[in-house]
């Protein structure tokens, strides 16, 4: 199949995130409303000739196996996923915030591999799938500050995660310059 016999559609979105891309909201462990969520305003600017579709799984990691969820592997939905929604024309990759998490000891620069891998994984999949790869963006994980860890006292959170959000970054970058070229910086979470 190729994008020219599938034209008379609408542009397919596909966000595949954690609980910020579900729309998690921590006061009363529910999800937002739609209108709030920014998949909801994404597809209000977007408009009707585009469809957004919301992939976000509270404790999604890239590629790690949490011990006590390990169904939350963002890469052993990512086939599946992709799959379900074909034709995908654009995928918004937002993970990495999970996989800082104490039980991983993962340094920058293997969760940005990871999110590596997921990329790879999408371009391969979608093209042998439907023809073609959709374009990607890559959103790093939001800036986590040290006041955060105090707040949300069963986080599992590396006490180290300030400086390695802060350091994925860099890396971030540097796996999108080389996978997708588009990449996103996230607002610090205060």
Known sequence: MTRDIIQDRRVTVL????????GYNPMNSMRYPEDIRWTGRLQKLLGEDYRVIEEG??????VYDDPVEGWKNGLGYLRPCLNTHKPVDFVILMLGTNDLKEVFHAAAEEIADGAGTLIRVIQ?????????APKIILVSPPEIKERILDIY???HQNHGAPKIAQELKKEGETIAEKTVGTYMR?????
């Open 153 to 155: 006292e069963g986080s």
């Open 124 to 132: 391969e999949f979608t093209e042998a799938k439907q023809g073609f």
């Open 15 to 22: 966000c595949y995130g954690d609980s910020n891309t579900y």
């Open 57 to 62: 799984c509270n404790g999604r990691t890239t």
């Open 186 to 190: 996230q607002m610090g979470l205060r």
